[in-house]
């Protein structure tokens, strides 16, 4: 997909490897509307279809990650029928999707607050970084809503009693408490943020983006699956891996002693 030019958002690329998706909405603490989350969508699909891109970093733009729903759109919602609704729902279902089955590794730069909706998107970043400054709560229930868009990856990520504790309470937890209970994989000082992102993407970069996009597919195929449901799927799943280029440049490096062809170094 061309390029569009965003008015929420920034996507920009560091070489072939890294994507870099902001939200730029710091004067609304980067919240959610429609034209948000459509522009958001269209990002995603032109990340997607970079074959060589293989992280995407997200975070927001000022003191806050996200602050979830826009409450002006949420305003409009009140006066809609039932059936427009569920129409204007559903592209934020879609997009919690495709950023969860998105072929590359979705490194959170979680700069600040993330509630409700913010606090999903943190859920489906395979790796979610946060600074000391970030605050979490599942706000919905305050406003007499649920988490419901978001609700699959918040229990997936939590597990179903954190889930509850957390939803059925809107509390609020710092940073710590984020890390403790597995929403954060890591917390540092703010002005610590851009380096550990970095030490995120050395990682990624020395990965080929081609077994980066079958991990991911093959972890989101298997969860909550029993392991005798999976032996076909895997055993097929290893033997196409086999096939790959990738795999016997990967193994060929291993034996020699040196780094793979598709190592890829800061740009």
Known sequence: RQAMHYQSIKLTFEGDAVARLTLARPDMQNALSLDVVAELRHALQVVAQKEQVRALVLTGE????????DLNWMKTVLSQSRAQRIADSR???DLFYEFDNLPKVVIGRINGPATGGGFGLTCICDVAVGATTARFSLTEARLGLAPANIGPYVVRRLGLAKARRYG????FIDA???????LLDRVVPPEELDRVIEEELALVRSLPASAIARTKRLFNDVVGRPPVECMDYTANCLADAWET???REGIAAFLEKRAPAWKVTRA
């Open 176 to 182: 710590v408490q984020a890390e403790r209970v597995g």
């Open 62 to 69: 000022g003191k806050t990650f996200c602050a979830g729903g």
């Open 168 to 171: 059925l309470t809107a509390q």
């Open 245 to 247: 280029p990738e795999a």
């Open 91 to 93: 592209p934020l279902a």
